[in-house]
Structure formats: C-alpha cells, structure tokens
DNA sequence: GTGTTTGCAAAGTGTTTGCAATTTA
DNA sequence: TAAATTGCAAACACTTTGCAAACAC
C-alpha cells in the first residue's frame, strides 16, 4: 500500500451516495476527492479530466457536479454572481475570495467565529451560513 | 416640503458621485434610494421602472446598476450563482437569504458579528467580508 | 433486458456590448 | 456641438435539458 487515504475509496462514496460507480463519476470524483480539500468550477474540472486523458462532456461534469451536491459530497459557495464554486470540504467552515484571480480558499481553522445568531424570522430556519472574505492585492 | 429625505435628493447623489442627472439614472436613483434600504435585481428594477411608468431599457438598468456600484452607492451581494443582487446600503453589515423565495433581508443591528479576522495571505489585503445565512421555510 | 447515464446540440438564463440615435451640458 | 448616455439587438458566459445511443447491473 503506497498511499493512506484519508477516507473512502471512489467507488465506496458513491455506492453510500446510491449514485453508480460509472467510468465518469469515477473519474471526477477522484479528481476531487483524492487530493484533499478543493475549490472548483465546472469548466475547470473539465479542462482536469480532458488534460488527464478522461472523456467526459461538460453537461455530465455539471450534472454531477449537482448530484455530488445534492447527496452531500459537495458544497456549493457563492461568490460571485455568474459563476458556481463547488467545494469538497462539505462541512462548516469559511473562505476568502480573491477578487482578482477568482481563487477560492479556505480560511484555516477557527480564525473567524459568528459570535452569535441572528434571530430568525418567524417561520424560518438556519440553512448554511457562508461567510466569504474578499481579498485583493495590496 | 411634504416629506424629510433621509439624505440628499438623487440629484444631488448623482452630482457627487459625478454621474450626469439624465432622466434614467434619476428615476432609477429615486425607487433605489427613496424608500429606505431595498434589495433588487436588475430585473425586478426594470419591473418596477416599468410599471411606474418610466420608460428605461433593461440593459441601461444594467449599466446604471454597475455604475452606482463602482461609485459606492450600491453594493452587490454575491447570494447564489446566477443572479446579481444589489443593495442600496453600502455599509457593512450582513444578510439573510430566503432560499425558498430568493429574498435578500438585511440582519438587523449588530446580532451577527465576526469575532476575529482571519490572517489574509501575504501582500494581500481585505477588502468586503459577505455574511450570507441561507433559511427556509420550517 | 431494463432502467440509468451519457453526450451532443439546442435551448435557457442572466448579463454585457457595439453602435446609431438621442440627450445633456 | 461635443461628449456622454440610451436603446436595441446581437453577442456572451454559464448552465440546463431533450433525446437517442451507450452503459451498468
């Protein structure tokens, strides 16, 4: 064994997802998950798989990308308008947007703290909170 | 005088932020700034330009909405990928997001605050910080 | 075999842009 | 009248969808 992997194989994630093990799903989810956390649009996980020799057209990276987001394998983060991000850490936790590249990217740890939750209007619950620190060059 | 204005009339808006007073831009000035703190769409501005009577195309709601932003009077929200929300209070604070109705509301006061920025990336600085809490509907 | 998934191309959103006509200063 | 602004339509960027062919179980 060359490599610990921090969690499940490929293939097990999508079986626990129900979703079929199929040579693109595959594919992209390996390119996601294998490297730990990332931050992704769907043209740049495209371009991934083509430059790495797997064939997949860009309406199936959209479509899955939408259906790992769907059971939980993924976050989407908005930043921008006009562009989906999508994030393999799907837990809590919050990111810097640099304005000038696009780049998304996770702020460590607990460095930012909600100190405390608003009241929510009658009726209504908490979804997700995103917390999004733009940041440009000095 | 029927009415205090919370701040200057449009026109006089439009001045300092050095954009010419034309028919357009002040009518669009006025549902954005008149009635307090709003949350729109270009859409929904060109809506309600409409149906007020005033004649404007969407793509110079558009333009104007863009303009206002770089000159300080709005603010746009990055809520969900695909559609631009912009908002007449420029000042910090954060926001509400109803997912099921595509609302945007401010949170009011200071019931969410950050209790520490993070440490931003070398040679980078911060520029907005978007608290966006996502609800629905219980 | 049967139901699922894929790829393609077409359609759908939301937004920007080129340019002639109009308006503003 | 010179420069800025507008409206229209076309172009654009991103995303979704319909459907026949390919695939998974």
Known sequence: ????????????????????PTRQRLALA???????N?????????????EGGVKVSLATVYNTLN?????????EVAVEAGRAYFDTNATAHHHFFNDDTG??????????????????????????IDVVVHIRNK
Do not use: C, Y
Request: charged share 25%; hydrophobic share 45%; proline share 5%.
């Open 1 to 20: 064994m060359k490599t610990i992997r921090p969690f499940t194989h490929a293939v097990d994630r999508l079986n626990a997802a129900g979703l079929r």
């Open 30 to 36: 390996r390119l996601l998950f294998e490297d730990g």
């Open 38 to 50: 990332r931050h992704i649009t769907a043209e740049q996980l495209h371009r991934e798989a083509t």
């Open 67 to 75: 259906q790992f987001t769907e059971v939980g394998l993924l976050r």
């Open 103 to 128: 780049e998304l990217l996770d702020i460590p740890g607990d460095s930012v703290v909600l100190s405390s939750l608003p009241d929510v209007p009658e009726n209504m619950v908490i979804g997700a």
